[in-house]
């Protein structure tokens, strides 16, 4: 089977979009499959993400009108090249996938890693300008939260299935965490961008701390880099509490498992969370995850799963403080709950995706048998 993912977004970005496609791809290869990548994102002075499959992405010099053209040029790649499948990642707003879907002549998946609520209207309009829930293409989102949103966007009826990411369960093995009364340490892994709220994070921890004795063994580390980088640095300075928090920057994921395996607890306070691969990442390691409710954490976080999921960063700012007083515990994330996102299980069910937009079943099946004979 040959798929062509197409996303507006990839690596070197580093989002949770980007890895998703970037480890879905390298799944499906390892599963015997033809898989390429086509994208928007230049690659600049990165090395190549990829060690098989062709990467067609703009040259680096490549503008907005440049981009254009590559977009136009690039829309049809699907069919003109031949592939079995058509596998487009949609965020907020994703040109060449849309672009894209709207031209589809092979069987085509749209996947949506992003929560439309605030853009509902927007969509609307969209959908009754060019009708693109009348595209000839298998709607699907990362969670249940994400796709009731594409639904409601939608003028008409539309099938939106739900395709969780997926997770390496060896590239995080599961640790110990025993949390004990006075002692907090709390970890959190994020694009530091407006839409994660890591702001919002540091005054939770500020809150926290001004919660808690003095006599309290209490930290923060936040991994990851972004565009609130030097806001945050400058809010830590303000309040003095540079002795309390570390800011990473980003990590690979080896160093990553390692800062996990010596926290308590893992925040996820982004309320606009369509699934959440750092916090399932986390809670594959068996950090106990705190997370903000009506987001796509609840795919794996919440009742008859492990961790908690709470309704403001006022009810996350009371649990902390009870963990850290010994008043309250927060169990890891069930491994039963887990094994549904490891890859093999999501490519099974991608591939199952695949034959619903339209693919032959033989065609998922035969690149497998041929590598398993």
Known sequence: M??????????PRRGGIELHVHDLARAQRAAGHEVDVLTLTRAGDALPADSAGLLLRPANDAGLLAKARFT????????????????????????????????????????????????????RAADATVGWSRWPVQWSAVSAAAADAVRRAAVRSLDVQVISNGVDVSAWPRQP??????????????????RKRPIALLRMIREVAAAVPAHTDFSAVIIGDGPEAEPMRRYLRRHRLEHLVTLTGHLPRVEIARRLASADVYLAPATLESFGIAALEAAVAGLPVLGRAGTGLAEFVGAGKGGLLVDSDAAMVRTLVELAHGTAALDPVHPETLVEMSWPAVVERTHALYVRAGLAADRVTAAVASQAS
């Not at 031949?82 to 707003?93: E, R």
């Open 177 to 194: 965490h025993h949390a004990a009364p006075g002692r907090l340490r709390v970890a959190s892994v994020m694009r530091l961008a407006p």
């Open 72 to 123: 136009r040029d690039q829309r049809r790649r699907g069919a003109d090249a031949g592939y079995d499948v058509v596998h487009a990642h949609c965020s907020t707003v994703s040109p060449l996938v849309f672009a894209s879907a709207a031209v589809a002549e092979v069987p085509t998946v749209v996947t949506v890693h992003s929560l439309w609520r605030r853009y509902t209207a927007l969509y």
């Open 2 to 11: 040959r798929v062509l993912h197409v996303t507006d977004t990839y690596l």
